[in-house]
């Protein structure tokens, strides 16, 4: 299994989302690397997928060739989807965006299908901060990003998630045996947060906030899930 993270940064300044400074970015890189090394993840199966000048202890950095241009957060699609077609992974992979935190082991969850994510906001949306991929979902991602492409003019200002969701829904009967719903352990974020904790099997496994959003922050760190090596993880890299 791979540790993906995936942020390519680009000219347009119209765009869905908050636009991260460079270096605010690097951070969260940072911060997420030392976080998988105390988990025992080989610096090469971590994967960085970025056009920005970054590295960072030895762990794997891919230069995509295609760039989303008309919105910087379907590059995860973009990226998810270069990889498989090019060969430039060779494992199942998971993953994650960079505030998505593993906060205990876990090994790739076995599933039907090709695809395995948690979902939330009462169980009806699949959440893509944190996904499971196989290498075999190739046709699927190029499905995505073929239709993003067809509907660019329409869609700066739509998140990623809603594609994947508006996708999966035109396409129901023809991807749904692909698509596999994972525990919430998976993916127990603020956004309806104590459902999805409740939902969980415990140990939960990956958690969804930003460090630097007290909130958030505030909210895990008050339900136990964030330990002292975390913390000074978050501590050493600014993000607390």
């Given at each position: 299994?791979?540790?993906?993270?995936?942020?390519?940064?680009f000219v347009d300044t119209i765009t869905y989302g908050r636009n991260y400074k460079i270096e605010e970015l690097y951070k969260y890189f940072r911060a997420q690397i030392d976080n998988s090394l105390r988990f025992g993840w080989n610096p090469?199966?971590?994967?960085?997928v970025t056009n920005l000048d970054f590295s960072y202890k030895d762990v794997t950095i891919v230069k995509t060739n295609r760039?989303?241009?008309?919105?910087?957060?379907?590059?995860?699609?973009?990226?998810?989807?270069?990889?498989?077609?090019?060969?430039?992974?060779?494992?199942?992979?998971?993953?994650?965006?960079?505030?998505?935190?593993?906060?205990?082991?876990?090994?790739?969850?076995?599933?039907?299908?090709?695809?395995?994510?948690?979902?939330?906001?009462?169980?009806?949306?699949?959440?893509?901060?944190?996904?499971?991929?196989?290498?075999?979902?190739?046709?699927?991602?190029?499905?995505?990003?073929?239709?993003?492409?067809?509907?660019?003019?329409?869609?700066?200002?739509?998140?990623?998630?809603?594609?994947?969701?508006?996708?999966?829904?035109?396409?129901?009967?023809?991807?749904?045996?692909?698509?596999?719903?994972?525990?919430?352990?998976?993916?127990?974020?603020?956004?309806?947060?104590?459902?999805?904790?409740?939902?969980?099997?415990?140990?939960?496994?990956?958690?969804?906030?930003?460090?630097?959003?007290?909130?958030?922050?505030?909210?895990?760190?008050?339900?136990?899930?964030?330990?002292?090596?975390?913390?000074?993880?978050?501590?050493?890299?600014?993000?607390?």
């Amino acid at each position: 299994m791979k540790n993906v993270i995936i942020f390519q940064d680009f000219v347009d300044t119209i765009t869905y989302g908050r636009n991260y400074k460079i270096e605010e970015l690097y951070k969260y890189f940072r911060a997420q690397i030392d976080n998988s090394l105390r988990f025992g993840w080989n610096p090469s199966d971590i994967v960085v997928v970025t056009n920005l000048d970054f590295s960072y202890k030895d762990v794997t950095i891919v230069k995509t060739n295609r760039l989303c241009r008309y919105n910087r957060y379907f590059n995860k699609q973009y990226g998810i989807c270069e990889l498989l077609e090019e060969n430039l992974i060779d494992d199942d992979f998971w993953f994650h965006d960079f505030d998505d935190w593993q906060i205990n082991k876990f090994e790739f969850p076995k599933f039907d299908g090709v695809i395995g994510m948690a979902k939330y906001i009462n169980n009806t949306q699949w959440n893509t901060g944190s996904i499971f991929i196989k290498k075999s979902s190739v046709n699927i991602w190029r499905l995505i990003v073929d239709f993003m492409d067809a509907n660019k003019d329409h869609l700066k200002n739509q998140g990623d998630e809603n594609i994947v969701n508006y996708v999966y829904g035109q396409y129901f009967n023809e991807l749904s045996p692909y698509f596999s719903h994972l525990n919430t352990k998976y993916n127990v974020g603020v956004t309806g947060f104590k459902y999805r904790y409740d939902m969980a099997e415990k140990p939960v496994c990956i958690l969804a906030f930003k460090p630097d959003d007290a909130v958030g922050y505030n909210l895990m760190l008050n339900n136990n899930l964030i330990d002292t090596e975390l913390q000074s993880i978050f501590a050493e890299h600014k993000l607390i």
